[in-house]
């Protein structure tokens, strides 16, 4: 049973990062991960996903409070 180590880290606009949502190992399969977005203010928000370190997927989302 492989697994990889996956990071989720959120972004404003500016590029700066704001939240690193999860970083942990995850066995073959699909996952979810709940996070409270109740701090955030509303604004356009960038979200990166990195395995074993390489870049995966990003996208980008509006958040309104």
């Known amino acids: 049973n492989e697994s990889c180590s996956a990071e989720l880290t959120l972004y404003d606009i500016s590029g700066?990062?704001?939240e690193n949502i999860t970083s942990a190992n995850f066995g073959r399969g699909k996952h979810a991960i709940s996070?409270?977005?109740s701090e955030?203010?509303?604004g356009i928000y960038?979200?990166?996903?990195?395995?074993n370190g390489?870049?995966?997927i990003s996208?980008?989302?509006v958040y309104i409070r």
């Open 46 to 51: 960038f979200a990166l996903l990195k395995i």
């Open 16 to 18: 700066r990062s704001i």
């Open 59 to 61: 996208t980008k989302f």
């Open 35 to 37: 996070w409270d977005a």
């Open 54 to 56: 390489r870049k995966e």
């Open 40 to 42: 955030l203010r509303s």
